[in-house]
């Protein structure tokens, strides 16, 4: 897909002077998509990070992003889809009022035209690395489409690695999920695939075990409370287990206090006095 990348812009400040919908969330947004879209050559439909478009943009809301992004969707400048769990959303570009003219127009104003600009053929301009401006303080726009897989890959590790640990984390997340299902992972059970057990099973093992019914019932409503796990985060996957488990603790909590109240017949805080005496024998 052709694009360029002046002429867009000059068509879409267009539409700013002319749509009164617009406002300045609205352009700071399209133009941070913008720049994503040029890091993506330009590619019919590209992939969004959140973090990274927010950076861009400078919009300190999340809501606010969301209702920017909506609407710019609404007002027929964008195409996007909302992205799915961790996968990051897609954006297609619309081309606007302007932009459909192959004729090339690299110049900041459209009063203005270079005759060197309009002799340049179209296959020595994709070939050079720079488009000639007007203006001698004028930096040059690098066309991405000359830059090898190289430079590309190298600038996609300095950014990530300018980014916050959070966001790196997110980047990661979404690298995994589209990586290939066949390598190995610690597999980690899910809660579906846990066999859970129903009263009269916690009952009839309690009683195979010799343990007390009415810890059965207690052990049971317990732990359906809080969804089976240990801990209240940890899930359970082996009930008979933690029902041991359950025994000994009670049975800890009954030696503690049952030590704690036995009463001392000697120490500290004790007379020094038989007990087993007799009150019938005199004085």
């Given at each position: 897909?052709?694009?360029?990348?002046?002429?867009?812009?000059?068509?879409?400040f267009?539409?700013?002077?002319?749509?009164?919908?617009?406002?300045?969330?609205h352009?700071?947004?399209?133009?941070?998509?913008?720049q994503v879209?040029?890091?993506?050559?330009?590619?019919k439909?590209?992939?969004?990070?959140?973090?990274?478009?927010?950076?861009?943009?400078?919009i300190?809301?999340?809501?606010?992003y969301t209702?920017?992004?909506k609407?710019?969707?609404s007002?027929g400048?964008?195409?996007?889809?909302?992205?799915k769990?961790?996968?990051p959303?897609?954006?297609?570009?619309?081309?606007?009022?302007?932009?459909?003219?192959?004729?090339?127009?690299?110049?900041l104003?459209?009063?203005v035209?270079?005759?060197t600009?309009?002799?340049?053929?179209?296959?020595?301009?994709?070939?050079n690395?720079?488009v000639?401006?007007?203006?001698n303080?004028t930096?040059?726009?690098?066309i991405?489409?000359?830059?090898n897989?190289?430079?590309i890959?190298?600038?996609k590790?300095e950014?990530?690695?300018?980014l916050?640990p959070?966001?790196?984390?997110?980047?990661?997340?979404v690298?995994?999920?589209c990586?290939?299902?066949?390598?190995?992972r610690?597999e980690i059970?899910?809660a579906?695939?846990?066999?859970?057990?129903?009263?009269?099973?916690?009952?009839?093992?309690?009683?195979?075990?010799?343990?007390?019914?009415?810890?059965?019932?207690?052990?049971?409503?317990?732990?359906t409370?809080?969804?089976w796990?240990?801990g209240?985060?940890?899930?359970?996957?082996?009930?008979?287990a933690?029902?041991h488990k359950w025994?000994?603790?009670?049975?800890?909590?009954?030696?503690?206090?049952?030590d704690?109240?036995?009463?001392?017949?000697?120490g500290a805080?004790?007379?020094q006095?038989?007990?087993?005496?007799?009150?019938?024998?005199p004085l």
């Open positions: 897909m052709k694009i360029n990348y002046i002429r867009h812009l000059n068509a879409f267009a539409q700013v002077r002319k749509d009164n919908q617009l406002r300045a969330h352009v700071s947004l399209y133009m941070a998509l913008f879209w040029n890091q993506h050559h330009f590619k439909s590209f992939p969004i990070l959140r973090e990274e478009v927010v950076r861009l943009c400078r300190g809301s999340m809501n606010t209702r920017c992004l609407e710019l969707h007002y400048y964008i195409h996007y889809q909302q992205g769990m961790t996968m959303g897609i954006v297609i570009m619309l081309p606007l009022p302007g932009t459909d003219d192959d004729t090339p127009q690299l110049l104003s459209d009063k035209k270079s005759t600009d309009r002799n340049i053929d179209t296959q020595s301009r994709n070939k690395a720079t000639l401006c007007i203006k303080d930096v040059p726009v690098a991405l489409r000359c830059f897989n190289k430079q890959n190298n600038r590790q950014r990530e690695n300018g916050p959070s966001e790196k984390n997110y980047n990661n997340q690298k995994n999920s990586c290939d299902k066949d390598i190995p610690a059970p899910a579906a695939e846990r066999i859970l057990p129903d009263l009269s099973q916690v009952q009839e093992f309690f009683k195979a075990s010799a343990y007390p019914a009415t810890e059965a019932s207690k052990f049971f409503h317990h732990y409370a809080n969804g796990k240990q209240g985060r940890v899930p359970i996957t082996n009930w008979q933690a029902a025994i000994l603790n009670i049975n800890l909590q009954i030696t503690q206090t049952h704690r109240n036995t009463r001392q017949s000697t805080g004790r007379l006095v038989e007990e087993n005496k007799s009150y019938s024998e």
